[in-house]
T-cell receptor, first 112, second 115 residues
């Protein structure tokens, strides 16, 4: 069964450093998303992406964040200058029609 | 704007007992509703969904949920709990407008199953 994959599973970085989180969505899906879950809190929407552009973003998704689909298979989330409060589990999701979303296993980001 | 309320951050049941996890939503238009399960150190797995049609939906692992518009609820049930059901369960709502739509999640309910 097709599934969303994410790399790395765990990323440790120093405050102020740039990180790129990678996702490979399900191959015939057209809609892509990033969510995050701070430890002990609920899952929060960050951004949705369709037709090579951002379709919606949350207040969390400020200028430090960017997304890209550099080729036909990868979908990336970049954080330019990480802060302590960016420590969280980041989930990528994809959807064929923009309704039912399928999630990857997540990347745990730890900012020191 | 839509929102989701999950009553009970922790629910404990005995193995073999009924599981009932509560979810109420707020939405100005007919919502699409989902339950996701998160096992320890894993991602979010789709358990079941309601989009249109039959209000009682069945999912994986013997779970089902009923959409009740009059009560704005989408409670998750399973007749007989198994130890392997221990996990965190998230209810989520989407306003599907034909384009990419974000999921809004509840705060989650941690299910504990005891012998």
């Amino acid at each position: 069964e097709p599934e969303v994959t994410q790399t790395p599973s765990h990323q440790v970085t120093q405050m102020g450093q740039e990180v790129i989180l990678r996702c490979v969505p399900i191959s015939n899906h057209l809609y892509f998303y990033w969510y995050r879950q701070i430890l002990g809190q609920k899952v929060e929407f960050l951004v949705s992406f369709y037709n090579n552009e951002i379709s919606e973003k949350s207040e969390i998704f400020d200028d430090q964040f960017s997304v890209e689909r550099p080729d036909g298979s990868n979908f990336t989330l970049k954080i330019r200058s990480t802060k302590l409060e960016d420590s969280a589990m980041y989930f990528c999701a994809s959807s064929q029609r923009g309704d039912t979303q399928y999630f990857g296993p997540g990347t745990r980001l730890t900012v020191l | 704007a839509q929102s989701v309320t999950q009553l009970g951050s922790h629910v404990s049941v005995s193995e073999g007992a009924l599981v009932l996890l509560r979810c109420n939503y707020s939405s100005s238009v007919p919502p699409y509703l989902f339950w996701y399960v998160q096992y320890p150190n894993q991602g979010l797995q789709l358990l079941l969904k309601y989009t249109t049609g039959a209000t009682l939906v069945k999912g994986i692992n013997g779970f089902e949920a009923e959409f009740k518009k009059s009560e704005t609820s989408f409670h998750l049930t399973k007749p007989s709990a198994h130890m392997s059901d221990a996990a965190e369960y998230f209810c989520a709502v989407i306003l599907y407008t034909g384009t990419a739509s974000k999921l809004t999640f509840g705060t989650g309910t941690r299910l504990q199953v005891t012998l």
